[in-house]
């Protein structure tokens, strides 16, 4: 690699570097940043926030309320309760789709909660079907088993 002394000119401009490489592509200049226009600020003074980094919403699984507060879910003391209905803290599941300024609507909440029992209903019904399921095929299987021997 050979290594050329800049001319006495670049070196006024560009003090940090003295040297300059036979190498080094023309795009590689470094340019000089453009002028910032300065604005006239308010007289007011800076406002402090506190901003939480990711706000999770939580939903009661009794009756659907949001809880969606400043305070995070997790620095709640552990006395918490819902406000509609009186559940603990416990009964708060996290809530992912995005809510809106009328989430604790009294028919919006009862439209969430009859889907939340669906749900539960659901998951609640799918052990059962899993073992009708099993005896179904086994059922099958020695059918066709005394049927073909």
Same mark, same amino acid.
């Given at each position: 690699m050979a290594l050329q002394q800049a001319p006495a000119s670049s070196l006024q401009a560009r003090a &940090?570097?003295?040297? %300059?490489?036979? #190498?080094?592509?023309?795009?590689?200049? %470094?340019? &000089?940043a453009p002028a910032r226009r300065r604005t006239a600020r308010a007289a007011t003074p800076a406002r402090i926030t506190m901003r939480v980094a990711s706000k999770q919403a939580y939903i009661c699984r009794d009756?659907? /309320?949001i809880y969606n507060d400043r305070t995070p879910f997790d620095k709640l003391s552990d006395? /918490? #309760?819902c406000p509609v209905c009186g559940a603990p803290k416990r009964r708060f599941r996290p809530y992912e789709p995005a809510v809106s300024k009328n989430a604790n609507a009294t028919d919006v %909440?009862?439209?969430?909660k009859e889907q939340l029992k669906k749900d539960e209903a659901i998951g609640q019904a799918l052990p059962i079907a899993i073992a009708v399921g099993v005896i179904a095929l086994a059922a099958l299987y020695f059918y066709l088993n005394s049927t073909y021997n």
């Open positions: &940090p570097a003295a040297l %300059r490489s036979t #190498f080094s592509a023309p795009w590689s200049v %470094r340019l &000089p009756c659907g /309320y006395n /918490y #309760f %909440r009862k439209a969430r």
